[in-house]
């Protein structure tokens, strides 16, 4: 990527601050950047980011593909505003209550953004683009825990944690989801049509643990998992370890 590509990408992410860049010499611009930008979403909302590309947006716009270039470099910098622009689309959660509610609420803010946008969970964040509404949501992040005793370098890492688990439980619960929707049948329904096999290859005390772990487990859910009971106990265990840590002896003194 050139550099002056990413100078531009950063200039469109903080848009609203800097302006917006003038784009390249040509005809009028018919649709504002915002506008393209939520085309994008749209898209990637409706196909997924496997499937997404710069000229099904054009085509969104009514646009020729190399006019969209007119407004947004690439591919990867459209999905960097798009993913800056979900995390502005709703107003953050108020935080209240202890360090560990106010960190639950951190973490469902995340579950639920990316079940409103299940192609969040396909973006390569490895060098994410630093827009204005994904540096709000990182300092309204970092609020949840301050004062807590973690020292900053926790701070970072404790929302690192909880960013990155949500994502993996988000994931489970969307691909559950999809799974049920393009099979057509339930989890349910599922075990019906299985069980009979299954029995006759899994005899009476063959597996006695997870028999007895499974017999309960499938009662409890009537399906295979329960992805948002799954979030809120794995939640739960990891605050209790950060709970833990902050509980240890010998702890260096926050200034």
Do not use: C
Request: no cysteine.
């Amino acid at each position: 990527m050139e550099n002056s590509d990413v100078d531009r990408t950063l200039t469109l992410l903080w848009r609203r601050t800097l302006g917006t860049p003038q784009g390249t010499r040509g005809p009028k611009q018919r649709f504002s950047v915002d506008e393209v930008i939520r085309a994008g979403v749209e898209v990637a909302d409706a196909e997924g980011l496997p499937a997404f590309s710069m000229r099904k947006v054009a085509d969104r716009l009514g646009l020729k593909l190399m006019s969209i270039y007119t407004y947004v470099p690439g591919r990867s910098e459209l999905i960097g505003l798009m993913v800056d622009e979900v995390a502005g689309e709703r107003e953050l959660p108020e935080l209240s209550g202890t360090w560990r509610d106010r960190l639950t609420t951190v973490a469902q803010q995340l579950w639920d953004e990316f079940h409103r946008h299940p192609w969040l969970l396909q973006v390569d964040e490895s060098r994410p683009w630093i827009g204005p509404h994904v540096s709000d949501r990182f300092e309204w992040q970092l609020s949840a825990i301050e004062g807590a005793g973690f020292t900053d370098l926790e701070m970072d890492q404790t929302i690192t944690l909880i960013s990155d688990f949500a994502a993996a439980a988000a994931r489970t619960s969307v691909n559950t989801r999809r799974t049920a929707e393009r099979s057509g049948i339930s989890d349910l329904q599922w075990w019906e049509i299985n069980a009979p096999i299954l029995e006759r290859v899994m005899p009476d005390g063959a597996y006695p643990i997870s028999g007895r772990v499974g017999q309960v487990a499938g009662l409890e859910y009537n399906a295979v998992g329960d992805p948002d009971r799954s979030f809120r106990f794995g939640l739960d265990r990891i605050i209790d370890g950060l709970a833990d840590l902050l509980s240890r002896p010998g702890r260096p003194a926050r200034p």
